[in-house]
């Protein structure tokens, strides 16, 4: 158990629908890492977060958004949904930012499925 | 340019014996971090082992060591008396020092398939 949550486990909408994916980082971690994980993409960084603040923006759609909140829980929101953004979503935390040399703990995932 | 290069998509072992699943990197950054994660069936991402730019011994998690080779820029994982277990996909994955955001930047992964 990495000590990250992620909430749900799985979700299956509709085309066109928004959803709202939810991670609680590991105790005393102030950093979110969002990403998405797809068979034809792989492993891509979408956002991450440092204690309530957007620090850095991937591959990240202009139909999603994330936020982190004070608690530093943090939810990703994903809007107008289409069948390609089927994926398994990640979220992460380290301790810091500003250093490449702490490690990223990783949630369960919450397996997204759009039809 | 692909920061993470695994070439190795599949790869089969014997219960007991060693496996080294291949990765090399690229980047000008001096300050990085290399990692290894597994992800096995169930999905998970496990954070198996680390390496920094400037550690000079390459770092060892009981049966997990890293072959850190830093002029051929290639952090192989080397997985000793593998189990059924160790069976799932490998991921290797690097932090630059230089970058905005301290993104992980992830290959593409390989399968081992450990048989009994």
Redesign the interface.
Known sequence: D?GVTQTPKHLITATGQRVTLRCSPRSGDL?V?W?QQSLDQ??Q?LI?YYNGEE????NILERFSAQQFPDLHSELNLSSLELGDSA?Y?C?S?VG?????????????T?LTVT | AQKITQTQPGMFVQEKEAVTLDCTYDTSDPSYGLFWYKQPSSGEMIFLIYQGSYDQQNATEGRYSLNFQKARKSANLVISASQLGDSAMYFCAMREGGSNDYKLSFGAGTTVTVRA
């Open positions: 990495s950093s890492y990403y792989g492993l960084f991450q620090r850095a923006k991937g398994l990640f992460a380290s930012d500003q250093s490449p040399f702490h490690e990223q703990y990783f949630g369960p995932g397996r």
